[in-house]
């Protein structure tokens, strides 16, 4: 089932929170809404299932529009981060819920309902759980019975509202995989709301990413990450070194820092900014290279193979993060206080458009 969002515009009173959102997910796809609190994510969930009205705009599901039909006719399945089981039914009745309540017309057989849930708790891989109740279960448990309930209806599309949020960190990683493999497997039409750019770089097919109720960019994982459309997008996605300055000839001169940008050779600008990743800093003991700049190391942190150094640059009296294999580090016998060389093997330069000179 493919989703079609066309111009979808939703206001709460004073307050715009989608403004003019166009979106296409095709079938079988997982895509993942991604943003900071507040940038629309979930309101643009809940607009597609139908649990909010947008003001303006369309949603489409395989070219028909649904605009006016209610949750159960969508054949939607949703997942909320907080489970929502009935406490007081075991886990084979949670899952069987959705199938047992539906009218007697389109009511399968008790024999097909039971065959139903024995499938999906397999494919749960809560086979041997089926007698316990959701207070006897952790908190990854509960979150896969919910996923098996949503999954009994046969939705056409499966949507997900910060699933593993209520999670810790192991866990949440064991079910990001685990949520991979199954859509691999079933193929349905996924959309799930995350604010950790890990879990929606590592789980989805392409990443929306929301700011203030607009989408900033919209690609796979690799093409956000590596090719940033904007400013926001490389700054939310991970660690960043900012590098202010300006651009005269071609070059960025930041402080004592002159670094080359060939495909703005003939231009000038004032007041622009270079992003750059930790782990696109070279970091040497001796000048070797004239876009390199002195710097006194401030701190030293390894986070297993991983060493993460920060610098003070001597010129902007700014500080600059360098991240090194802990191999790399060990042979250039870094020390805290030590002065040392640092330089961007790559960087990003957005330049406002009302700043040219």
């Known amino acids: 089932m493919s989703i079609k969002v066309s111009n979808v515009i939703k206001n709460y009173e004073n307050e715009s929170a989608l403004k003019q959102i166009d979106l296409d997910v095709k079938k079988g796809e997982l895509v993942a809404l991604l943003g900071p609190s507040g940038s629309g994510k979930t309101t643009l969930l809940r607009i597609i299932a139908g649990l909010e009205i947008p003001d303006e705009g369309s949603i489409l599901f395989e070219d028909q529009d649904v605009g006016q039909l209610q949750v159960k006719e969508r054949n939607v399945g949703f997942v909320f981060?907080?489970?929502?089981?009935?406490?007081?039914?075991?886990?084979?009745?949670?899952?069987?819920?959705?199938?047992?309540?539906?009218?007697?017309?389109?009511?399968?057989?008790?024999?097909?309902?039971?065959?139903?849930?024995?499938?999906?708790?397999?494919?749960?891989?809560?086979?041997?759980?089926?007698k316990r109740y959701p207070s006897q279960l952790s908190g990854g448990q509960r979150q896969?019975?919910?996923?098996?309930?949503?999954?009994?209806?046969?939705?056409?599309?499966?949507?997900?509202?910060?699933?593993?949020?209520?999670?810790?960190?192991?866990?949440?990683?064991?079910?990001?995989?685990?949520?991979?493999?199954?859509?691999?497997d079933i193929q349905i039409t996924s959309i799930f709301v995350t604010h950790d750019q890990e879990e929606a770089l590592e789980v989805a097919d392409r990443v929306v990413i929301m700011n203030?109720?607009?989408?900033?960019?919209?690609?796979?994982?690799?093409?956000?990450y590596h090719s940033p459309a904007t400013p926001f997008v490389y700054d939310f996605l991970g660690k960043v070194n900012l590098f202010h300055g300006r651009v005269q000839k071609g070059s960025l001169i930041s402080?004592?820092?002159?670094?080359?940008?060939?495909?703005?050779?003939?231009?000038?600008?004032?007041?622009?900014?270079?992003?750059?990743?930790?782990?696109?800093?070279?970091i040497e003991k001796f000048e070797t290279n004239q876009t390199s700049i002195s710097a006194i190391v401030t701190h030293i942190h390894?986070?297993?193979?991983?060493v993460y150094v920060e610098v003070l640059r001597e010129d902007t009296k700014e500080y600059v993060e360098v991240e090194l294999m802990n191999e790399l580090f060990i042979k250039l016998n870094i020390e805290l206080g030590e002065r040392v060389f640092v330089r961007p093997n790559e960087l990003k330069v957005f330049i406002p458009q009302d700043y040219s000179i």
Do not use: C
């Not at 057989?109 to 089926?130: G, H």
């Not at 509202?161 to 949520?179: I, M, N, Q, S, T």
């Not at 203030?212 to 994982?221: A, D, L, R, S, V």
């Open 302 to 306: 390894a986070v297993g193979p991983i």
């Open 255 to 282: 402080g004592g820092l002159e670094i080359p940008l060939p495909e703005l050779e003939e231009d000038d600008y004032k007041e622009v900014t270079g992003y750059v990743r930790p782990h696109q800093i070279s």
């Open 144 to 184: 896969r019975v919910a996923l098996a309930r949503a999954l009994a209806v046969e939705p056409t599309v499966l949507l997900l509202d910060e699933p593993f949020g209520a999670l810790d960190a192991k866990v949440r990683k064991d079910l990001r995989r685990w949520l991979r493999k199954l859509h691999d």
């Open 81 to 130: 981060q907080h489970y929502a089981l009935f406490q007081h039914m075991t886990v084979f009745d949670n899952i069987a819920f959705g199938l047992n309540v539906r009218p007697k017309s389109t009511r399968p057989k008790k024999r097909e309902i039971e065959e139903k849930v024995v499938e999906l708790l397999k494919l749960v891989k809560l086979e041997n759980f089926s």
């Open 212 to 224: 203030n109720g607009k989408i900033e960019q919209i690609g796979t994982p690799e093409e956000v």
